[in-house]
């Protein structure tokens, strides 16, 4: 089992940045795919990144490529980021850090019924 704390979330300008942290403990971390989804307003929860288990592979939805980077500390911290650049308005929702032991696919990381261990999210406002 995996625990899972969000943070780093706020209210900022069309056009900002923001960084999403998500602070995992138990013993499995170094074993797990990590991956962020988001829940827009009214919406369904989304898939936006994920980093396989072993490091080599990253998925990002199409919508946040090449503005969203998914990055891991392994060594001091088990801590998994999300940087987030040019921000626009539609980026606003709750974002989730969610965990999976083992390793998934282009297509399996962006199912979320696979996830059985979430964070309890943090809100981004993205004011246009």
């Known amino acids: 089992q995996v625990q899972l704390v969000e943070s780093g979330g706020g209210l900022v300008q069309a056009g900002g940045s923001l960084r999403l942290s998500c602070e995992a403990s138990g013993r499995t971390f170094s074993r797990t795919t990590m991956t962020w989804f988001r829940q827009p307003p009214g919406e369904e929860r989304k898939f936006v990144a994920a980093l396989t288990r072993s490091g080599s592979s990253t998925f990002y939805a199409e919508s946040v490529k090449g503005r969203f980077t998914i990055s891991r500390e392994n060594a001091s911290k088990n801590t998994v980021y999300l940087q987030m650049n040019a921000l626009k308005a539609e980026d606003t929702g709750v974002y989730f850090c969610?965990?999976?032991?083992?390793?998934?696919?282009?297509?399996?990381?962006?199912?979320?019924?696979?996830?059985?261990?979430w964070g309890q999210g943090t809100q981004v406002t993205v004011s246009s």
């Open positions: 969610a965990a999976l032991v083992g390793d998934c696919t282009v297509t399996s990381c962006r199912d979320r019924r696979l996830y059985n261990n």
